[in-house]
Antibody
Framework: QVQLVESGGGLVKPGGSLRLSCAASGFTFSDYYMSWIRQAPGKGLEWVSYISSSGSTIYYADSVKGRFTISRDNAKNSLYLQMNSLRAEDTAVYYC??????????????WGQGTLVTVSS | QSALTQPASVSGSPGQSITISCTGTSSDVGGYNYVSWYQQHPGKAPKLMIYDVSNRPSGVSNRFSGSKSGNTASLTISGLQAEDEADYYCSSYTSSSTPVFGGGTKLTVL
């Protein structure tokens, strides 16, 4: 069965960096676009970034552009999010999700359990 | 890309029907048939309930239905049950080739 397991969250100071990982299993990882979606405490969902199956196409939300970098290693069935220059407003649960449908970002069936990132001094 | 607009809360009694609206623009909801809806219970990951405006994934109750008119999409839940109490989010593909979510609606079953 499809499994997505995030890791790497934690407490970091403003201006600091963190790298999230998402381990995928139960499907051919290299066939799918993948996304990161976050949810601040008590708030709604916010799409962060997606990456194409080969890694050649990448998009970011304006709120993270220039600070976050999405990448993937298809040999390791893993998705990553390098987060630099972190701000308090980046505090959220970060989910990885598998893109479905005809276009990237159209919908998500499979989500990880999420990993909490807290940015605070 | 601005978030899609949803009512903050809706409520209904068991057995009743409710509808949650999701308003965007011609650059997102109105321009594409790529609207999806998610249910989220506290502390859990979102669950897909509707995709491509009106399609139900396998395993989702037929009490859930979706539609769209112009720049507004809607999720209707009929025969409300206690377990339907949750947060609901809409999402749409946009002209920027990225998705945007709604602000979320808290459904209370009275």
């Amino acid at each position: 069965q499809v499994q997505l397991v995030e890791s790497g969250g934690g407490l970091v100071k403003p201006g600091g960096s963190l790298r999230l990982s998402c381990a995928a299993s139960g499907f051919t990882f290299s066939d799918y676009y993948m996304s990161w979606i976050r949810q601040a405490p008590g708030k709604g969902l916010e799409w962060v970034s997606y990456i194409s199956s080969s890694g050649s196409t990448i998009y970011y939300a304006d709120s993270v552009k220039g600070r976050f970098t999405i990448s993937r290693d298809n040999a390791k069935n893993s998705l990553y999010l390098q987060m630099n220059s972190l701000r308090a407003e980046d505090t959220a649960v970060y989910y990885c999700a598998r893109d479905e449908g005809e276009v990237a970002g159209s919908f998500y069936v499979y989500w990880g359990q999420g990993t909490l990132v807290t940015v605070s001094s | 890309q601005s978030a899609l607009t949803q009512p903050a809360s809706v409520s209904g009694s068991p057995g009743q029907s409710i509808t949650i609206s999701c308003t965007g623009t011609s650059s997102d909801v109105g321009g594409y048939n790529y609207v999806s809806w998610y249910q989220q219970h506290p502390g859990k990951a979102p669950k897909l309930m509707i995709y491509d405006v009106s399609n139900r994934p396998s395993g989702v109750s037929n009490r859930f239905s979706g539609s769209k008119s112009g720049n507004t999409a809607s999720l209707t839940i009929s025969g409300l049950q206690a377990e339907d109490e949750a947060d609901y989010y809409c999402s749409s593909y946009t002209s920027s080739s990225t998705p945007v979510f709604g602000g979320g609606t808290k459904l209370t079953v009275l």
